[in-house]
């Protein structure tokens, strides 16, 4: 059975920084790219960063020289780094396979980015 769970969200000030985490059961980290996902209020839920088994990485232009996406193979863990945060990165973050398995999306890491 696969279990994703995301932590390390919170509440930032703009300019700030934060560390996302998933840590990952089952099978499918080994095997699969990995994502980070975003869903603001009344948005859809978009792909923010995805990283390859082999460490190859993407990003969404909205985050790209901003956010890091990494991934720690021992220990089924995916990372993501965020720093000068806008609040326009406020939203719900999650860890998926890229592309996302419909079953695996977990409860998620609410970020908020306000004064």
């Known amino acids: 059975q696969v279990q994703l769970v995301e932590s390390g969200g919170g509440l930032v000030q703009p300019g700030g920084s934060l560390r996302l985490s998933c840590a990952a059961s089952g099978r499918i980290f080994s095997i699969n790219a990995m994502g980070w996902y975003r869903q603001a209020p009344g948005k859809q839920r978009d792909l923010v960063a995805r990283?390859?088994?082999?460490?190859?990485?993407y990003y969404a232009d909205s985050v790209k020289g901003r956010f890091t996406i990494s991934r720690d193979n021992g220990k089924n863990t995916v990372y993501l780094q965020m720093t000068s945060l806008k609040p326009e990165d406020t939203a719900v973050y999650y860890c998926n396979t890229a592309p996302p398995g419909l079953h695996y999306w977990g409860q998620g890491t609410q970020v908020t980015v306000s004064s």
């Open positions: 990283i390859t088994s082999g460490g190859s990485t």
